[in-house]
């Protein structure tokens, strides 16, 4: 006999049959979405985060990821609301909205730059190029960015284990843009999914965990046939190792991984991470109105997460999880 799982009054009910949700996870992101009004995604949607969540936690990978957002809510507005939030707002911000839930409505994505099978599109940061780069800052509402309202000196990150991951779902093929990060805060602070944005050759992908130079960053460069979508994960686990991985795997080169002793101090700064580039300003948390963006990015991106360090045996188990949550719900994997 089914059991049943009560969402407010109601039954989550597939093809007639009740059924229990078991993972936290998804109940509390099912009725944080119904408390603030917004819609639930697909019954295909919900089973693909409960098999996917209950996966992080059977690997033991739950433990290192303290904020997940995969873009899957019904509509742009509850993909804002990441189903992992151990650290930072219970949403993400629209570019510097979100102080309420009706506020994310007037950031700079908007409905038409979000679907369920590519996650958000930020493709038309390219406008704004300025010799090959783009920088700005929120007061503009144009560039479209996601401040996540994870810290750069947040206590779970801040003891030389970190990581940075994100799905890279969709590319500008006419971009101008040629120095670009996908996801990062101050102090060059960043993962770079082809630091050279779409290139197709000498382009390198880098983990810069917690500054750029020789000593902290981990980086492979692709002499030919780069394409940039897929899963890419920065991992530093200890001040001898960081690594840049791409689906699951490393591209070996004499710095990737990086093993030098030399490391800088982890930041000391409230910035937040951003999507689709870098924070620039210190001390800037989330959401704040005059907060600087460098190397912004105009790619499509279909999820992030933030946590504690991964070892290649987690980066391997974490790609192959996205890449069964993404067939299940309709994402190209690449």
């Not at 993972?23 to 098999?51: K, M, R, Y």
């Not at 019904?74 to 909205?97: A, E, K």
């Not at 670009?180 to 050759?201: H, W």
């Not at 991985?245 to 101090?265: C, D, F």
């Amino acid at each position: 006999m089914p059991t049943t799982f009560k969402i407010q009054g109601g039954f989550k009910v597939q093809g007639g049959i009740s059924t229990t949700y078991g993972s936290p996870l998804l109940t509390s992101w099912i009725n944080t979405l119904l408390t603030n009004g917004l819609p639930l995604p697909s019954d295909t949607v919900l089973f693909a985060l409960e098999t996917l969540m209950t996966q992080l936690v059977n690997t033991g990978l739950r433990s290192k990821i303290k904020r997940l957002n995969l873009f899957c809510g019904g509509d742009w507005i509850s993909s804002l609301f990441p189903i992992i939030t151990d650290s930072g707002t219970t949403w993400d911000y629209n570019g510097n909205h979100g102080s309420t839930v009706s506020d994310l409505a007037n950031g700079p994505f908007q409905a038409a730059d979000w679907s369920i099978t590519t996650g958000f599109n930020a493709a038309a940061n390219a406008s704004y190029v300025v010799s090959g780069t783009v920088s700005g800052n929120t007061n503009t509402n144009t560039l479209k960015i996601i401040d996540t309202s994870f810290a750069g000196n947040d206590s779970n990150i801040n003891n030389y284990s970190v990581h940075l991951a994100t799905y890279i779902s969709g590319i500008n093929t006419g971009s101008p843009l040629t120095t670009v990060a996908d996801i990062g805060t101050s102090g060059a602070f960043d993962l770079q999914a082809g630091a050279s944005g779409n290139a197709s050759s000498n382009n390198t992908i880098r983990s810069n965990i917690y500054t750029q130079n020789s000593q902290d960053t981990a980086a492979y460069t692709y002499s030919n046939s780069f394409t940039p979508q897929g899963f890419y994960v920065a991992s530093r686990t200890s001040t001898t190792s960081n690594t840049i991985y791409k689906n699951g795997s490393v591209p070996s080169a004499t710095n990737n991984p990086n093993t030098q002793t030399a490391l800088t101090a982890p930041p000391t700064n409230s910035t937040s991470f951003i999507l689709f580039g870098r924070a620039g300003s210190t001390n800037a948390g989330a959401g704040a109105p005059s907060k600087t963006l460098l190397n912004v990015t105009d790619r499509t991106c279909s999820m992030y997460s933030i946590g504690i360090g991964l070892t290649n045996t987690d980066v391997a188990t974490y790609n192959t999880l996205i890449r069964t949550f993404n067939t299940a719900i309709g994402r190209t994997n690449y």
